[in-house]
């Protein structure tokens, strides 16, 4: 897989913030406010100094996966751990549905044989 | 003759009769689940000591469940451990908050580990190493962990000057050169006790010593890495496809684990605000 650019880094940021807060907007996080200032700090200068912006697009982007990856598992959980269908739901994917079973007042199976 | 309609006791009934509110000194969070019980998440500067910082869960101050106070020194992981208490909506879900977990380790230590047990722990994993076992059964595998493998192994071997060879067999003995096991454990033992803590986690998740390297000389993407720890299970996912409860749920676990633990490591190993030009991680 390529090396993202900054700025796809910048953007996948932006969107991992405002999808875990649908409360706020992601511009009153303080993390925003960091990812932004470091961003502006590390602008590419020259050739010279590209090596500590490499470094830093590096940590921004596993942050990046880190908060994606997290985001996607949680999501995989939780369509997955439902647990098995019932008898009932398993009949209704092919379309069938089960008997109607109208209950009987109870009677003691294992009657003993009265002396 | 009436329909008698009985409704499966819900789970949710049990659990709330066993749900009991007390609050310990880590906000009783060890096993239960607990609902979000702070509004808001705040990182500020310690009092105590000036140049760390502490993250405060509606005016309470965080701590790990031994109940010490929780000071990080940089100022990007504090604000992403915040943003990750932030994160919990209504219950919090402590297994899938790794970046908490690994600091409480970390700061804990919880098994009362000093450097040289943790360099053993590493080390273990340096005679089973995932890249330098290699299988030629099929070919096209064969062929693949050529090309994945083989630039990593060259990597660390210039990095390191040591000289790993990979061997197709299992019986094979001294795989691994005593020089080159004397250069790892002076590699690792550059790093303080806590980075190494991280390393052994990220060796213990990758089963690899050689790819961990990798991953902190910044050589490979988390993605990346992620995959080549699992290069045979990818393979057999391009033949007979995917699943995705599992693979993907694997491969996401992997991935997430990886990354907090490598921003951890970073963050412990370079200050990324107050320094004008970073140093070094290596």
Same mark, same amino acid.
């Given at each position: 897989?390529?090396?993202? %650019?900054?700025?796809?880094? &910048?953007?996948?940021?932006? #969107?991992?913030?405002? +999808?875990?807060? *649908?409360?706020? @907007? ?34 921004? %982007?596993?942050?990046?996966? &880190?908060?994606?990856?997290? #985001?996607?598992?949680? +999501?995989?959980? *939780?369509?997955? @751990? ?34 | ?282």
């Amino acid at each position: 897989m390529a090396t993202k %650019s900054a700025l796809s880094v &910048y953007k996948g940021l932006l #969107r991992e913030l405002s +999808i875990n807060n *649908s409360k706020f @907007s992601y511009r009153s996080l303080p993390v925003y406010l960091k990812i932004k200032d470091e961003y502006r700090r590390h602008r590419p200068i020259t050739a010279k100094h590209c090596k500590p912006n490499d470094e830093i697009l590096f940590v921004a %982007s596993t942050y990046l996966s &880190y908060l994606e990856s997290a #985001r996607k598992r949680k +999501i995989i959980q *939780s369509i997955y @751990s439902k647990g098995e269908r019932s008898v009932q739901q398993a009949a209704n994917i092919v379309g069938l549905a089960l008997p109607e079973i109208i209950d009987r007042p109870y009677l003691p199976i294992d009657q003993r044989s009265q002396q | 003759m009436n329909r008698l309609l009985f409704f499966r006791t819900s789970s949710s009934l049990i659990r709330y009769c066993f749900r009991s509110t007390s609050s310990t000194s880590n906000f009783g969070l060890t096993n239960r689940e607990r609902k979000r019980f702070y509004k808001k998440v705040s990182t500020v500067e310690s009092s105590q000591s000036p140049t760390k910082y502490e993250i405060l869960l509606d005016q309470r101050k965080l701590k790990t469940p031994s109940g010490n106070l929780v000071t990080i020194e940089n100022e990007f992981l504090a604000l992403s451990l915040a943003h990750e208490w932030n994160q919990q909506l209504k219950k919090i879900d402590l297994a899938s908050m790794h970046l908490n977990s690994l600091i409480n380790t970390i700061i804990d230590n919880p098994l009362k580990l000093n450097k040289e047990q943790i360099i053993a722990k590493v080390m273990h994993y340096l005679d089973w190493d995932t890249l330098l076992y290699r299988s030629d059964a099929p070919e096209e595998f064969h062929q693949l962990q050529i090309t994945s493998w083989d630039p990593i192994l060259k990597v660390v071997n210039e990095h390191l000057n040591t000289k790993f060879q990979s061997t197709y067999d299992l019986h094979v003995k001294d795989l691994i050169r005593e020089t080159d096991r004397q250069i790892i454990e002076k590699y690792l033992s550059s790093f303080d006790r806590s980075s190494l803590m991280i390393f052994l986690f990220i060796a213990e998740q990758l089963k690899s010593i050689l790819l961990s390297i990798c991953l902190i000389k910044q050589f490979r993407s988390v993605e990346d890495i992620s995959v080549l720890s699992r290069l045979e299970t990818e393979f057999q996912i391009s033949r007979w496809t995917n699943v995705e409860y599992y693979h993907d749920y694997d491969i996401l676990d992997t991935r997430s684990k990886i990354a907090a633990a490598y921003l951890i490591f970073y963050c412990l190993n370079n200050n990324i605000t107050r320094t004008i030009m970073p140093k070094d991680n290596v």
